[in-house]
């Protein structure tokens, strides 16, 4: 039997509409990346406002109105053809470049590819132009002819875009609903609208008006107002502003203080050149920033803009140009790590005020019961100190050569024991006036009061000092008059052992003590007392999830940071009013204090305000 041959496939050219609906289907591949592209247009003509109306999630229908340059008739025509564009012009040998990109768009596909699977209408007028308007039905033209506009300046444009994917049916089964392509195009609005505070922005929804921004000023103080109205006010009052140049690369934007967190990374915003990007790059980055203050499981909130030549970046790299390429992607990861390092480094002990607002929140003050009882004060006579409940230390300074027994005491390292140089309420922390459930720390304010986790503000605190002694050259150590001998699993054992050197450098020294003993001579200083065995139960816990092969350098914040942790002032334990006003005097001179090494608040402040307001004074 003959062998059957195959007959050669034929190349063939395909039609421009066909061409035009494949492109639509890289471009826009649901109705918010055809509102992202229609307002970037927007953006590129000088728009200083733009109106976004959608219904049934943009599906239905899609207008897009702006005050920009407009287009004549004429250009309204060359407009829907595919590759047309007014950004990019070549130079006096003809070539154009790629790499020289200095408008949002630029590849001159979003207008055909809109219109190749919708029906769509472009009214615009431009300046000592007729207003014009041209149509199209699944990239079938008509136009373009004179028209009235009545748009929102004397030059603009208005797009209106129905039905979209009508040409395109089978795309309409992979629609989410209407809800979800709505919450879609508000985002894209919303990430515009920071990137461009100087331009006012609303989107309708369904006839109703779901987002209205209005212009800010130019400069640092109008950014922050319009990530505020976007972010919420929580994060306009508890952001950091960052600024930082390392050759022609600038950083800008706010974070916010780390005890303002999230459960996931959607508050975290980039942008390159003002164009929002989304970069695996920034999760790294925030988390290698933020690793000394959050918990893997939380997320700050931030926006950082980066600002470079064109030419260093690559926005060429993916059909929705949702994604770059840096020329140096490392040196604007170092840039970007560096600058929120030091700016948190000078937030100091500063905390979210969102610590307080949930405080009051929860503090709403229940409908007294009558107790059918008068207090009266006593007698004159009979005054004498009366004895603080259980659970309940009343903070006094001790008398001159007055040792107060308060064993088992916690005491602070290197405290300040001198009389303060003025009062201790002038200060940001306050002055100490009790210690409640041995745990808390309460203290006056000038103007309210501050709530202290002893535990929680001690571990920060220690862990900071570590942090400055490895700096030195290593963890100072005290040895131990008696070695401690932990018994351990042979394995357990053995992997503490391995990093018996770099454990060395964090103070702690060990060696091995037969088979499944581990012998402690010496522990960090900062600590003093401590349960040597119990922290090293804990290492071994912790270095069994770790991967072979890494070096504690790598963990180096999360190993000191878990010794901080265990080794810092317990809750429960009762310290004097010297200690505590130590305490408070270090937080205030130890960056970073606001919160513990796992992102929680160290402390609440409550203004006197506030209370009266839970007193009903207010």
């Known amino acids: 039997m003959a062998d059957s041959v195959r007959p050669r496939p034929l190349i063939r050219k395909l039609p421009a509409d066909v061409v035009n609906r494949i492109a639509a289907g890289e471009v826009v591949e649901r109705p918010a990346a055809a509102v992202k592209e229609l307002v970037e247009n927007a953006l590129d003509a000088g728009a200083r406002s733009i109106a976004v109306a959608i219904e049934e999630g943009g599906l239905k229908r899609i207008t897009i109105e702006d005050d920009g340059c407009g287009l004549s008739a004429d ?20 070539r154009v470049d790629l790499l020289n990109i200095h408008t949002m768009g630029f590849r001159g596909e979003a207008l055909p590819s809109i219109a190749s699977v919708s029906r769509m209408r472009i009214t615009s007028r431009a300046a000592g132009e007729a207003a014009a308007e041209i149509s199209s039905d699944a990239g079938r033209v008509d136009g373009p002819k004179p028209a009235a506009f009545t748009g929102r300046g004397l030059t603009g444009t208005r797009i209106d875009v129905d039905d979209l994917f009508h040409a395109t049916p089978a795309r309409l089964k992979f629609m989410r609903g209407e809800r979800a392509e709505a919450l879609a195009v508000a985002d894209v609005v919303k990430r515009l609208a920071m990137a461009n505070p100087e331009v006012a922005f609303t989107l309708e929804n369904n006839g109703r008006t779901s987002l209205r921004y209005g212009a800010e000023a130019a400069g640092e103080a109008g950014r922050l107002a319009r990530l505020g109205a976007i972010m919420g006010r929580e994060f306009s009052n508890n952001a950091i502003p960052i600024e930082a140049v390392r050759d022609s690369v600038r950083l800008s934007g706010f974070a916010g203080l780390p005890t303002l967190n999230r459960g996931n990374a959607q508050m975290q915003y980039l ?34 803009f980066v600002d470079l030549d064109p030419e260093l970046v690559d926005v060429n790299v993916h059909p929705a140009k949702t994604e770059v390429r840096f020329r140096d992607a490392a040196s604007v990861r170092g840039l970007m790590i560096g600058a929120l390092r030091h700016a948190l480094a000078g937030a100091g002990h500063r905390a979210s005020t969102t610590v307080a607002g949930f405080a009051l929140g929860r503090a709403r003050p229940e409908e007294a019961q009558p107790v059918g009882l008068l207090w009266q004060a006593p007698q004159a ?41 003025r009062p201790f309420e002038d200060y940001p922390l306050g002055a100490v006036r009790a210690q409640v459930h041995e745990t808390y720390i309460i203290a006056q304010t000038a103007d309210g009061i501050v709530i202290v986790d002893q535990h929680a503000a001690h571990e920060r605190l220690v862990y900071e000092a570590m942090k400055r002694q490895m700096e030195d050259g290593g963890v100072r150590r005290q040895a131990l008059l008696i070695p401690d001998i932990v018994e351990l699993a042979e394995d357990e054992a053995a992997r503490v052992l391995e990093r018996s050197a770099e454990l060395d450098a964090l103070g702690l020294e060990i060696e091995a003590f037969g088979s499944g003993a581990v012998c402690v001579r010496a522990t960090p200083a900062l600590f003093g007392e401590m349960d040597a065995a119990g922290l090293i139960r804990d290492l071994a816990d912790d270095f069994a999830e770790y991967e072979a092969g890494l070096s504690l350098k790598e963990k180096f914040e999360e190993v000191m940071g878990n010794m901080a942790c265990r080794s810092s002032v317990r809750a429960g334990r009762r310290l004097t009013g010297e200690e505590m006003n130590a305490l408070l005097r270090q937080m205030e001179a130890t960056p970073h204090s606001g919160q513990c090494n796992h992102g929680r608040p160290t402390y609440v402040e409550l203004k006197l305000a506030d209370i009266e307001k839970l007193f009903g004074r207010r």
């Open 75 to 94: 250009d309204l025509l060359i407009a829907l053809e595919r590759h047309a564009t007014s950004k990019l012009a070549p130079d006096a040998e003809g």
């Open 271 to 304: 942008f390159v050149n003002g164009r929002p990007v989304k970069d695996r790059m920034l999760t790294g980055v925030v988390r290698a920033a933020y690793q000394d203050f959050l918990a893997r499981d939380r997320h700050p909130m931030l926006a950082l």
């Open 381 to 421: 006579a009979s005054l004498r100190p009366a004895m603080p409940p259980r659970g309940y230390h009343v903070a006094e300074a001790p008398a001159p050569g007055i040792v107060p027994d308060t064993a088992p005491a916690a005491r602070m390292h290197d405290p300040f024991t001198a009389q303060p140089a």
